[in-house]
């Protein structure tokens, strides 16, 4: 009798198994696990979407949990029975639908008077949008609704606004630094290590390593891993935290930094045409390479072409 070939992956599953002392760690996985937007479908087992960046998420979910004393798996997996894509999708897209709803109608109170402040609320509410679009994995339809409810609330504030400070002389950078980052580098870390020997350190060096507690070594700085001096922050991806930090006013490297942040958290915040076509760029040089020097060689070439053709654009 003829064995089917094995269905590929198309998901992550973790299982944990949390003690009920201390109390807070429960509380605590939850709401790591809503902020990444992961789904239950059993107790104590929650999925999300394939992808290397929640493969990174859920294991440092996986680590806290036996940190304080609990177990816990993480796997990939392939639903066969009970539930198929489409109705994890479904799940997705409900949990999604909810946050967009509550979002709409906290926008809709502070424009009937709930809160005194609405640019203080159009702030907030900015931020729990883009929060909850990182986790909209299938384009829910009540982001629609939650957009409409936004662009409403700011349609009611006066128009002016005092300009964002201008560019300074900036922090000081490092020179001659080694700079850690994980092995396999993709897309944003790619572009990370081109701008920081293009604008911030000349004569870096770039090490790769597999371990997220990695400790750095004197004179090393760590960028897009677990505690590193430079990674995430909110929904800005690493190039664009350096970027902010050493040339907030190229605006070259700002377009550059919408594509990376489209790439790397795939969220469609800018909408940047060029964002698929890099990406598969990106991915026909890793799939020629494992050596991460030559991926960020190679990938360096892209960035700076693309560097090129931005800024000659706004010189012409």
């Not at 070939?5 to 009920?20: D, K, M, R, T």
């Not at 897309?187 to 507690?213: G, M, Y």
């Not at 790397?264 to 991915?283: C, P, S």
């Amino acid at each position: 009798m003829a064995v089917s070939a094995p269905q590929p992956a198309n998901w992550l599953l973790l299982l944990h198994n949390i003690p009920p002392k201390p109390a807070y760690l429960r509380v605590k996985i939850w709401r790591r696990l809503q902020g990444l937007g992961a789904v239950a479908v059993k107790n104590a087992a929650y999925v999300l979407p394939k992808s290397e960046q929640a493969q990174e998420d859920l294991r440092w979910v996986a680590r806290e949990i036996e940190q304080g004393g609990g177990e816990a798996v993480l796997c990939e997996a392939s639903f066969v029975a009970g539930l198929d894509d489409a109705a994890l999708r479904g799940l997705f897209n409900a949990a999604r639908d909810a946050d967009y709803a509550a979002l709409a109608e906290e926008a809709r109170g502070a424009m009937e008077g709930g809160e005194s402040d609405l640019e203080a609320a159009a702030r907030r509410l900015g931020r729990r949008f883009d929060q909850i679009a990182a986790m909209d994995f299938f384009r829910a339809t009540g982001r629609g609704a939650a957009e409409g409810a936004l662009a409403a609330l700011h349609a009611r504030l006066k128009p002016a606004g005092a300009p964002g400070p201008g560019p300074g002389a900036g922090p000081q950078r490092p020179r001659a630094r080694t700079w850690v980052t994980r092995a396999s580098v993709f897309a944003d870390r790619i572009a990370s290590a081109w701008l920081i020997r293009r604008f911030v350190d000349p004569a870096a060096r770039f090490k790769f390593v597999a371990e997220k507690d990695y400790r750095p070594k004197p004179g090393e700085l760590r960028f897009d891993m677990f505690e590193a001096e430079f990674t995430h922050e909110g929904d800005r991806c690493t190039f664009e935290v350096l970027r902010d930090r050493f040339a907030p006013g190229d605006a070259a490297l700002g377009e550059i930094a919408e594509i990376v942040h489209d790439i790397d958290l795939k969220d469609g915040k800018f909408g940047r045409a060029e964002a698929a076509g890099v990406q598969r760029m990106i991915a026909g040089i890793c799939a020629g390479t494992d050596d991460d020097d030559e991926r960020n060689r190679r990938g360096g070439e892209v960035f700076e072409t693309l560097y090129r053709s931005f800024k000659g654009k706004r010189e012409s």
